[in-house]
């Protein structure tokens, strides 16, 4: 173990980048409080600590859908959310021969598949989803990805970061609370008496501090614990293999932290809170049923207090009244702007009461073109986390099964992973919008017979195929065949318009044309029509 001087520790460094980070947090505690409490929880909270309840679950709701809605669209199941790119110009020099890129694909492909199942054992998917509610709710999120195990997450609260006006990130700084006892002994004694000196017991958990620094080629990677560094946790990452992200949901200039999705609605969901609390208190005080007796009238208290249901008493009804609040002209004008703000909500959290409007009939292709206008409001969220989460953890991850010889090491500069979900399927997306509405103009103004006199069919399918990311390898048909086809149809046609004998009038060389082409059909369909088939 080493002293260090404690304005040099991480301690002192996570003191002074706190201040910072302040006006974030109690902006994520406020966004908390108002949907999920426990994603930013209040400072000092302990195991006894209770949450804040909000009156209303629309909040909740919505980011547990949205939060779902971004993971199966960055991380889809059972498919690959990137794949390997490779120029062709490079493959052909690396290979030194043509008609290769299949052969390479296919070895990529596995590749691909191997990564994938890595990430899901170490359930990648589990903290991806939970780092996504908190980047919706605070608009930060920290991941650690180690060489073994599982992914490690933390909250706002946990960590501090610094960036340069670029927004790269030069300096990480993680504060832990761990049990003494897994620290080595000489560390685990400074750091009791480090929590005696702040005036805390014995037995209260040891703060752990792991900073990270980025240098001029690499980063830099420490532990300390009662400002010692522990021996055995210095070390150093490449450049662009650091395991530590911080995410970031929106970022603004010049801003160390994230802004979250929750921020931008905020003044909606206090203003939702305050009206549903007015409502729920309002309901309950107009549904309280109280009796007032006249004092001077003939019937008495204790006949109406102890009166049953269904008894005789005597006395006078006059003498007895209800007090009614006459507050439901006022309640209804709560409850009317409590919808109009919970439709608003629900349109940004892109909930199914939002895309469906208010009318007696509503067609189906109205609610898929709202749903995809919904689903392009998310393109700038997919622009920042492919380049801060998906592609990092791509890098990692490829990293950490190469150190384990699981997979070979690709070569420097020729192959590149590229991410394929999120801002690259809004592309696609609206690609075969806008092939559909071309092709659509076309025929309408056009008509289809003339429409399909310029327009090829092959090629429309080919490149839906593509905005669908479908590979069209031995599902669609070829110009070659369909022609081929189209020949045989013909030949039948013809046999059967003249009869048994017109392939014997035709002499052999018909003969030979007819055999030859269905023998050339059959290898290309693999089907198993008999060649003599045509000869009646």
């Not at 001029?216 to 395991?243: F, H, K, M, N, S």
Request: charged share 20%; proline share 5%; net charge negative.
């Amino acid at each position: 173990m080493t002293e260090e001087t404690r304005e040099g520790t991480a301690h002192s460094r996570y003191e002074a980048l706190a201040p910072h980070r302040l006006v974030f947090l109690n902006r994520a505690r406020d966004c908390a409080t108002l949907t999920v409490p426990y994603l930013m929880p209040p400072e000092g909270m302990t195991s006894a600590t209770t949450l804040p309840t909000p009156y209303q679950s629309l909040g909740a709701r919505g980011i547990r859908t949205l939060s779902a809605k971004l993971l199966l669209s960055l991380f889809p199941p059972n498919t690959t959310f990137f794949k390997y790119d490779i120029d062709d110009f490079l493959l052909q020099k690396m290979t030194g021969q043509d008609g290769m890129r299949g052969e390479v694909e296919k070895a990529l492909s596995a590749r691909e598949r191997a990564t994938l199942s890595e990430m899901e054992g170490a359930q990648l998917r589990v903290a991806a989803s939970v780092a996504l509610q908190h980047l919706l709710v605070a608009g930060n999120f920290l991941l650690h990805t180690p060489p073994q195990g599982r992914v490690r997450g933390f909250r706002l609260d946990q960590y501090v970061v610094k960036r340069d006006a670029s927004g790269n990130v030069l300096e990480i700084v993680v504060k832990e609370c761990v049990s003494p006892t897994v620290l080595p002994q000489p560390v685990a004694e400074a750091a009791e008496k480090a929590m005696k000196d702040k005036g805390g017991s014995e037995d209260k958990s040891a703060e752990l501090y792991t900073h990270i620094i980025r240098q001029a080629d690499d980063w830099r990677v420490y532990q300390e614990a009662g400002g010692l560094v522990i021996d055995g946790t210095q070390g150093t990452y490449p450049l662009d293999r650091c395991p530590w992200l911080v995410l970031r949901l929106a970022s603004q200039p010049g801003e160390d932290y994230g802004r979250a999705y929750c921020e931008e609605f905020l003044g909606d969901l206090d203003s939702l809170e305050g009206l549903s609390e007015t409502l729920v208190e309002g309901s309950a005080a107009a549904a309280r049923i109280v009796f007032l007796v006249k004092p001077n009238g003939v019937t008495q208290v204790k006949v109406v207090s102890k009166a049953k249901n269904g008894d005789v008493a005597v006395g006078n009804a006059e003498d007895v009244t209800v007090i009614q609040a006459q507050k439901q002209a006022d309640l209804a004008v709560a409850q009317k702007q409590a919808q109009e703000i919970s439709q608003r909500l629900a349109y940004s959290f892109l909930l199914n009461t939002a895309i469906q409007r208010s009318a007696e009939r509503v067609t189906a292709e109205e609610i898929k073109y709202m749903a995809q206008e919904l689903d392009d409001a998310l393109g700038g969220m997919y622009a920042l986390l492919s380049a801060e989460f998906q592609l990092p953890i791509v890098t990692l991850f490829e990293a950490r099964m190469e150190k384990s010889h699981q997979v070979p090491a690709l070569p420097k500069g020729i192959v590149k992973p590229t991410i394929t979900t999120g801002m690259a399927a809004i592309g696609r997306g609206i690609d075969l919008k806008n092939l559909r509405a071309f092709t659509a103009d076309i025929v309408q103004t056009l008509g289809p017979e003339v429409a399909f006199r310029y327009l090829q069919p092959t090629e429309y399918i080919k490149r839906a195929a593509a905005s669908y990311g479908i590979d069209t390898g031995g599902l669609v048909k070829s110009d070659q065949v369909i022609a081929q086809e189209e020949q045989m149809a013909q030949l039948q046609q013809l046999v059967q318009t003249l009869g048994p004998n017109a392939l014997n009038q035709m002499g052999g060389m018909g003969k030979e044309v007819v055999k030859g082409a269905v023998q050339q059909s059959v290898g290309n369909n693999g089907s198993n029509s008999n060649p003599d088939q045509g000869q009646g």
